[in-house]
């Protein structure tokens, strides 16, 4: 009778295993569709979606020096190419994040009670909402400052010097700016994150505010490492770090005595 138990045991575990292997299969098959969808030209001037995001993404830059006679180089035969396959895996990852999210809830879901549901729930709605809010907050605030402030070291040809002009490498700028979206982006899941090990019994309400200043020092110390070398960018980061901490701690004191 034990041998038997343990069998469908077994086999229980073994079911869960292939749904969750089924589950990832079809994360990954939507990856790779979004990922080829995004060399498809459908625009009147032969335009992809690659081709879009990509102008997206270096327009910040192009603002301030195409007025100028700026431009975009590549030193490498390939390097366009595997521009745009970057900027194809950047979108599909963007785009198939929901919909990895669904899959793991869907996995997750019939196995948790309908209070644990409830409880979850909204952890799993407010992590691409984070995401997208940090994404946007470097691009439209942080971004342009930083640019203003690598742009100022540009200096014309005077008393027979040669002029200092930026010539960007389109593979180095897009390197630059995927980090820093995925860096904000990642950096704003930090309330949902706490949250989850609030929720877990792991901390507590008292051991995140009596841990304030090592996140404080934390904060700043990530900034440094992620962003580019400059104050004001690093300084944009850290304080909406700050801030979600505290709120954190203002949602988990809630959390507690609910």
């Not at 809830?105 to 691409?128: D, I, M, Q, S």
């Not at 090592?214 to 700043?220: D, N, T, V």
């Amino acid at each position: 009778m034990a041998k038997n138990e343990n069998n469908e045991q077994h086999m229980t575990l073994l079911d869960h295993l292939i749904e969750l292997r089924n589950r990832l299969l079809v994360s990954f098959i939507a990856f790779l569709i979004l990922f080829f969808l995004c060399f498809i030209k459908f625009t009147d001037n032969n335009q992809n979606l690659a081709d879009i995001v990509y102008i997206f993404l270096q327009a910040p830059l192009a603002s301030q020096i195409l007025e100028k006679g700026g431009r975009m180089i590549y030193t490498a035969l390939h390097e366009g190419f595997f521009t745009q396959v970057k900027v194809a895996f950047f979108i599909s990852i963007c785009i198939a994040l929901p919909f990895f999210l669904i899959q793991i809830w869907r996995f997750v879901a019939p196995g948790l009670y309908r209070n644990e549901k409830k409880a979850f729930l909204p952890f799993l709605l407010a992590t691409p909402v984070l995401f997208v809010l940090g994404a946007s907050m470097v691009y439209y605030l942080v971004i342009p400052l930083a640019w203003d402030f690598f742009l100022s070291f540009q200096a014309p040809g005077v008393d027979g010097s040669l002029p200092i002009e930026l010539e960007p490498r389109i593979s180095e700028y897009l390197a630059l700016i995927m980090k820093l979206i995925f860096a904000f982006g990642l950096c704003f899941e930090l309330p949902v994150i706490l949250l989850l090990l609030v929720k877990a019994g792991i901390l507590t309400s008292n051991d995140l505010a009596n841990k304030r200043k090592y996140a404080i020092l934390s904060a700043f110390i990530v900034a440094a490492i992620l962003t580019p070398p400059d104050v004001i960018s690093q300084v944009l980061l850290a304080l909406p770090i700050i801030v979600l901490y505290e709120i954190s701690i203002l949602l988990s004191k809630f959390m507690s005595k609910k």
